[in-house]
């Protein structure tokens, strides 16, 4: 076995320093007739932040699975770190660390005790693990707790052991699922700086989260997962412009009148209606293109009041939203079906 | 695995033939750097296994409570052998400390194959259950091992617990019996003893596998604890009133002495698919060298015979069915356990 993965490793050790360090292709994944990953190609590089984005049960640890061969794929290829995870998923174990979604520990261990367990089964022992373990304790910050046991640590440390439990193995790929789960608002901010310094060490990470603003301010570049699909991706700055060709929305805030009329006949303009979301004097303006001058100017002339005017895509959160209402539109069976066959294996 | 017996002389052999200089340079080699001796992952994951295992109140309390229930049944048998000393026949053999029971008390062999089932569910029945309540299952099998060797490692720590504990059990009351009765052990009493434990190691290992099979398979450890309790159960209440049930449909009584016997026979047959029966009839004929079969003995076939004793190489044979027996359960057991383990999904 181990001779097989050598000779596997030593082939692709030359393109591996060009070639992604995840790339998939058409991969997919069906459950007793529910598609829970349908048809998704990604490729992400070295040293790369790439964020798993979407709601519960959208695919996204069961693509996480299927990266680590530890589920089968339907259809479709994977390689990491240039191996197949299904026959070769010693070779990307070794490679790819993983911290589950609500990560456990054995609790009866000390902290310092888990990660020993996990060194061993990577190979580790004696000194240099020992060495290795103080080293990644001290990074996270455990190291004082680190002879305590896991049954007393806070969600927060245990979130941070799990993190050193990742890196025991020096990796080239961390795997994160939710890392940010269920912690406090400074532990997130550690987390995330963790992220963004191993990302700088050249490690690949992956996040998955379906918490928009850490995956904004951490990830170079963003996959949205909705329903098994992954319906967009790129950076920040190219999801929202994608987004913004050809239909544009406005929010308009209006005091003292009906802006149907005064906006409707606008040659731009295709649709007003009141914004559900927004209560009374707040309108919802789909137009062709961004002409918010001529808006409040139209406004103006018929002597009614701007309070409010915000162009609608220009953050993630909409992007976000958009591709989550438009989702739930348009295919509400078949998400309704996904989400019911993923809360079933959960 | 290795545990059956018969694998330790054949290795043994092996290492015997090539020098002892090997060994030294490995011993020194291995105490140079001595914690990096990883074989394999399951190693790793026994180690861990067996560290929680001899840690744990569980273990602890079994212990204590096996040790306790030994220790009466020893001194009671002791105390029966003593009165019963010159009206039974000839001078009795060191090993009638382990079945004879005293007035109150079964004896240590009765008490140890009640015991033994439980010993093997207990530390078998939450074994991959309990990774998963506690949600360290995908983060043990996202490192570099296949699912095989957590199994693995499970089940051989479980199995050396209570082959370790089972062992010294022995050794404590063989201590007792001779101080309390003077009579040292024979070479043969010991070579039966310890065939005696590896067939019982056998055993437990059939309980164990199962109980691995069950915390598998069922969600909850308080359920994956009932079931193989409740086989168990049912095996040892009702496994004679089964087996013969069947006999009868199989080979009715009815129709003079020959369908009768064809009957008995049956009814021994089919009881031998329990382990429970297996294992007293293999501990009966190993520790009593008496015992010189298990079929249906006619009085015409015992005419004239001549008592004595079988040598242990005998009493061997005569377990030898029994033991394949028991080491097949414990295969299959443990081989559906794995296949099943392999094709769950990680987040079920």
Redesign the interface.
Known sequence: MSEVETRAGAATAGPAATTPRIATDGLTKRYEGATVVDTLSVEVAAGEVFGLLGPNGAGKTTTILMLLGLTEPSAGTVRVCGFDPTRQALAVRRRVGYLPDDVGFYSTLTGRQNLGFTARLNRLNGETAQRRIDELLTRVGLLEAADSRVATYSKGMRQRLGIADVLIKDPEVVVLDEPTAGIDPRGTVEVLELVEDLAAEGVTVLLASHLLQQVQQTCHRIGIFVGGGMVASGTVDELAAELGTGRIELEVGVAGGDPQAVLGDMATVTAVEPDPAGGPGRWRVTARRDDRAAIAGRLAEAGLGLTHLRRRGDDLDDVYLRYFSAETDSAETDSGQTDDADTQRR | MNDTGEAQPAHEAEASSQAPRRWWARWRAGAR??????RG?WQ??A??ELA?HL?SVRFVVLLLLVLAAATATVLSGADALRQATGQDGPIPAFLRLYTVGGERLPSFVGLITFVLPLLGIAFGFDAVNAERS???L?????????RDDVIIGKFVAGLITVAVVLGALVLLTGGLGIFSLGIAPAASDVGRLVAWWAVSVVYVAVWLALALLCSVVVRRPATSALVPLAVWLVLSLFGTLLAGLVADVLAPREGGPTAAIENVETQQAVSRIAPSTLYGQASSALLNPQVRTFGVVLPRQTDRAVPGELPFDQSLLLVWPHLTVLVGLVVVLFAIAAGVFLRQ????
Not at chain 2, 33 to 38: D, H, I, K, S, T
Not at chain 2, 345 to 348: C, D, F, L
């Open positions: 750097r001595a914690p990096q001796a990883p992952r790793a994951v180690r861990k929680d840690g506690q949600r360290t995908p983060r043990l099998l996202a490192q570099p091992m296949y999904e990680v987040r079920a």
